[in-house]
């Protein structure tokens, strides 16, 4: 059974940092590109960052480049979002998803089979 789920969220300062973890099972996560995603409150789910399976394509949404950055451990079955000069806007609800082909755009979500349920992230004084 496919599972993806998502570690690290919380409460965290303007301008502080939070590592969110994204563990999967039941499927070979070399096999598939992952995605991370975030909705704000009252606001439209967005795709922020993708990395390919074999690591050759990384990309991120212009609201977090160069504060984020997203890795991956296919050893361990994790996909790492680090998020840094987090800012109150970044505050949402985070989730990972896995697409077997690497999406042409980053917030194609009709393209990711396999999602997480999410976890908090406030950015907040």
């Known amino acids: 059974q496919v599972h993806l789920v998502e570690f690290g969220g919380g409460l965290v300062q303007p301008g502080g940092s939070l590592r969110l973890s994204c563990v999967v099972s039941g499927f070979t996560l070399d096999d598939y590109a992952i995605g991370w995603f975030r909705q704000a409150p009252g606001k439209e789910r967005e795709g922020i960052s993708c990395?390919?399976?074999?690591?050759?394509?990384?990309r991120y949404a212009d609201s977090v480049k160069g504060r984020f950055t997203i890795s991956r451990d296919n050893a361990k079955n994790t996909v790492y979002l680090q998020m840094g000069s987090l800012k109150p806007e970044d505050t949402g609800v985070y989730y990972c998803?896995?697409?077997?082909?690497?999406?042409?755009?980053?917030?194609?979500?009709?393209?990711?089979?396999?999602w997480g349920q999410g976890t908090q992230v406030t950015v907040s004084s």
């Open positions: 990395i390919s399976n074999n690591n050759d394509r990384i």
């Open positions: 998803a896995a697409a077997p082909v690497d999406p042409q755009y980053i917030d194609q979500e009709e393209e990711y089979d396999h």
